[in-house]
């Protein structure tokens, strides 16, 4: 897989996995909420694991080789499990107790800016000055579409964890793409995080506590680890290997349209004027920060000058 700058074409095509799996991350908003009851830690592990033999048969399928991962690549990837699959579904559950949904979300809103700057600087290059100005402009759409809402000091520290957490779900698979591409950064990142959520539900939860879970709970279990995990997750690290991590961090704008749409879907109503507002200036941010960067113009050459042949 290709993930050298300056081959890099970064077209509508390179862009459209990225866009269809913040979709996807955008509409399990409303999938989540059923599980607000379940035991976190059993349901995720499940979900995970789930995950994780689904894309060990679809790479199967694919002709996909998984290669095991050698020296380093396991902190990265255990990084990726740790921080974006584990601690970032922790923040949010622990923040919610401490502040409005919108709060965590309008934190996790801001992941453009630090991958504008940080993606590129891990991938060895200068960030764009394209994408630097449009992040903002993206992060104040999502803003509007989020909206604002009461916390404290302990919901304001679980929201900048998920933005850290959110922001390393991306930043830590630019060491590790280049060997093993979109397949095998997502087979080992959610193996790893089923393990992970597995040994926390065996020391903080009881067994019998998964007899609880309802079937229209599993149910969501079950399209998170399809859709939201598996699926979603070989799209957007496709996204990024194949534009790096700054241009495909603007893409996470795409989730609160998705979880805007999907709000709608389930009987929430027609969005307000300040969401549509917000749609607006997440599209103009998009639109600014993605669009192809012009040609440079080679500089004129000065050819001499021939003085005429003497007759």
Do not use: K
């Amino acid at each position: 897989m290709n993930t050298n700058p300056s081959t890099r074409s970064g077209g509508v095509r390179d862009l459209l996995p990225g866009v269809a799996g913040m979709a996807m991350v955008g509409s399990s908003v409303t999938v989540s909420r059923s599980l607000v009851d379940a035991p976190l830690f059993a349901v995720q592990a499940v979900r995970y694991a789930g995950a994780a033999l689904l894309l060990l048969a679809l790479a199967r399928v694919a002709r996909v080789r998984i290669l095991r991962p050698r020296g380093r690549e396991w902190l990265w990837l255990a990084g990726i499990a740790a921080t974006g699959l584990v601690l970032f579904n922790v923040a949010v559950v622990r923040g919610v107790a401490h502040a409005e949904p919108a709060v965590i979300a309008v934190a996790v809103a801001s992941v453009p800016i630090l991958l504008g700057l940080l993606g590129p600087l891990l991938e060895g290059r200068r960030p764009s000055r394209q994408v630097l100005l449009a992040a903002p402009v993206v992060v104040a759409g999502t803003v509007l579409v989020e909206g604002s809402g009461r916390t404290d000091a302990t919901g304001v520290a679980w929201a900048a964890v998920a933005l850290g957490c959110e922001a390393g779900f991306t930043l830590l698979a630019v060491p590790v793409l280049r060997r093993h591409g979109a397949w095998g950064v997502s087979v080992h990142a959610v193996w790893m995080g089923a393990v992970m959520f597995a040994g926390l539900s065996a020391v903080f939860e009881r067994p019998s506590e998964l007899g609880s879970v309802t079937s229209t709970q599993w149910a969501a279990a079950g399209y998170l680890a399809v859709v939201v995990t598996a699926v979603a997750f070989v799209l957007w690290y496709r996204t990024v290997a194949a534009v790096g991590s700054g241009r495909a961090g603007l893409l996470t704008g795409v989730a609160p349209i998705s979880a805007a749409g999907a709000g709608v879907l389930a009987g929430g109503g027609a969005p307000g004027p300040t969401v549509w507002l917000g749609l607006a200036v997440v599209i103009a941010g998009l639109a600014a920060g993605l669009r192809p960067p012009r040609p440079r113009r080679p500089a004129p050459v000065d050819l001499p000058v021939r003085e005429p042949a003497s007759p």
